[in-house]
């Protein structure tokens, strides 16, 4: 294969058979290089009479397909999951059993983690071969901390003594009850949220829990 180059431009004229080329000023005629493709067409120079693939402009183009794959992977994810949430929330207006919308929030965010991560380890890789290993995948480590809880799963994590005492306090200490009212009033507890840390506090100060159990209740769900 002959290519026709334009030297000014410094990019990829057409294609030609030697026998046939008519000069141009600007332009040469060159063989291509070894292993060359279409999609290298923007990493090729001229140089010393003749065209090579210049590594470095071959290698950024391999990393911006592949990072372009990986958001289109993720953002296929992220897609495939819509459907769950919206059963999610049906089968919480109904008070039924199954995921929560906090559970699949979570799993977006990792997909997107993942992605990021992803994209990092391509844009570090050394050469082509190291760019196409990259898989794309999520791992535990793309999870992240599960700081919002349904109001039952934030309950549970207190021992029937302690839900028993509490109830009692509420009766006759009105900052108790605020507590429980604040809780009662919403479906999801966010654990990062400023009333959920002090009501959590309150509670222990008051000696409803144990010393040191709001830092445990209070704690990201891994």
């Given at each position: 294969?002959?290519?026709?180059?334009?030297?000014?431009?410094?990019?990829?004229?057409?294609?030609?058979?030697?026998?046939?080329?008519?000069?141009?000023?600007?332009?040469?005629?060159?063989?291509?290089?070894?292993?060359?493709?279409?999609?290298?067409?923007?990493?090729?120079?001229?140089?010393?009479?003749?065209?090579?693939?210049?590594?470095?402009?071959?290698?950024?183009?391999?990393?911006?397909?592949?990072?372009?794959?990986?958001?289109?992977?993720?953002?296929?994810?992220?897609?495939?999951?819509?459907?769950?949430?919206?059963?999610?929330?049906?089968?919480?207006?109904?008070?039924?059993?199954?995921?929560?919308?906090?559970?699949?929030?979570?799993?977006?965010?990792?997909?997107?983690?993942?992605?990021?991560?992803?994209?990092?380890?391509i844009d570090a890789a050394a050469d082509g071969a190291s760019v196409a290993a990259v898989p794309f995948a999520v791992t535990v480590e793309d999870q992240p901390p599960?700081?919002?809880?349904?109001?039952?799963?934030?309950?549970?994590?207190?021992?029937?003594?302690?839900?028993?005492?509490?109830?009692?306090?509420?009766?006759?200490?009105?900052?108790?009850?605020?507590?429980?009212?604040?809780?009662?009033?919403?479906?999801?507890?966010?654990?990062?949220?400023?009333?959920?840390?002090?009501?959590?506090?309150?509670?222990?100060?008051?000696?409803?829990?144990?010393?040191?159990?709001?830092?445990?209740?209070?704690?990201?769900?891994?």
């Amino acid at each position: 294969m002959y290519i026709l180059f334009d030297l000014a431009n410094q990019k990829v004229a057409g294609q030609a058979a030697a026998a046939d080329y008519v000069p141009v000023a600007g332009q040469v005629i060159a063989p291509a290089p070894a292993g060359y493709t279409e999609a290298d067409a923007d990493a090729l120079v001229y140089e010393e009479g003749e065209l090579r693939i210049d590594a470095a402009a071959r290698l950024t183009r391999l990393k911006q397909q592949r990072i372009a794959e990986v958001k289109q992977q993720a953002a296929a994810a992220i897609e495939a999951l819509s459907w769950r949430l919206e059963r999610a929330r049906e089968r919480a207006m109904l008070g039924l059993p199954g995921e929560t919308e906090a559970q699949l929030w979570r799993e977006r965010e990792a997909i997107r983690r993942a992605s990021d991560r992803v994209e990092g380890e391509i844009d570090a890789a050394a050469d082509g071969a190291s760019v196409a290993a990259v898989p794309f995948a999520v791992t535990v480590e793309d999870q992240p901390p599960l700081q919002a809880l349904a109001r039952i799963d934030l309950l549970r994590r207190f021992t029937a003594a302690e839900m028993t005492a509490i109830q009692q306090a509420a009766t006759s200490n009105p900052a108790i009850g605020v507590v429980l009212m604040l809780w009662q009033a919403v479906s999801v507890v966010y654990l990062t949220a400023p009333e959920t840390i002090a009501g959590v506090q309150a509670l222990e100060a008051a000696g409803l829990i144990g010393e040191g159990r709001a830092s445990e209740i209070l704690a990201a769900a891994p």
